[in-house]
């Protein structure tokens, strides 16, 4: 079990890093990192539906859309944290994306990448990321 900050019904896992638009990073090691969406961010989109990936082999410049999730009323578009190379999808998606509502932090993984620029500097701590989301929900 993933240890977690709680911010009110949101679970933020401690394990990984942030991006202020609500991915996470887990470091694998060796340059390897692998994305997801956060609790708060699967629960914003409600049920997910669908998830769009581009291919594996591709590479994209930090800030720009590395794919989509696609609920009933929303969809959202996934950032590259850092310059990477796409290197594996969650191929289970396609027949479940609801494990990314069940399972954000584990089964819901959307995309291992690799990392082909040194800076983190967009990624925020676990402590960051929760106020962000007590800032938005009290925005809401």
């Given at each position: 079990?993933?240890?977690?900050?709680?911010?009110?019904?949101?679970?933020?896992?401690?394990?990984?890093?942030?991006?202020?638009?609500?991915?996470?990073?887990?470091?694998?090691?060796?340059?390897?990192?692998?994305?997801?969406?956060?609790?708060?961010?699967?629960?914003?989109?409600?049920?997910?539906?669908?998830?769009?990936?581009?291919?594996?082999?591709?590479?994209?410049?930090?800030?720009?859309?590395?794919?989509?999730?696609?609920?009933?009323?929303?969809?959202?578009?996934?950032?590259?944290?850092?310059?990477?190379?796409?290197?594996?999808?969650?191929?289970?998606?396609?027949?479940?994306?609801?494990l990314?509502?069940?399972?954000p932090?584990?089964?819901g993984?959307?995309?291992?990448?690799?990392?082909?620029?040194?800076?983190?500097?967009?990624?925020?701590?676990?402590?960051?990321?929760?106020?962000?989301?007590?800032?938005?929900?009290?925005?809401?």
């Amino acid at each position: 079990m993933v240890e977690t900050i709680q911010v009110e019904d949101y679970e933020i896992a401690t394990d990984r890093m942030y991006l202020k638009t609500h991915e996470w990073v887990k470091d694998l090691g060796d340059n390897k990192y692998l994305m997801g969406i956060s609790d708060y961010a699967q629960k914003m989109l409600h049920e997910i539906t669908y998830v769009q990936f581009e291919d594996v082999g591709e590479e994209f410049k930090a800030e720009e859309v590395i794919l989509v999730v696609e609920a009933l009323k929303a969809s959202g578009d996934i950032y590259a944290p850092f310059d990477l190379k796409l290197l594996e999808v969650n191929t289970e998606l396609e027949d479940m994306p609801e494990l990314i509502n069940q399972s954000p932090y584990e089964k819901g993984w959307l995309a291992k990448v690799e990392a082909l620029s040194s800076d983190r500097s967009a990624l925020i701590t676990p402590e960051e990321y929760a106020e962000v989301v007590k800032k938005e929900l009290e925005e809401a």
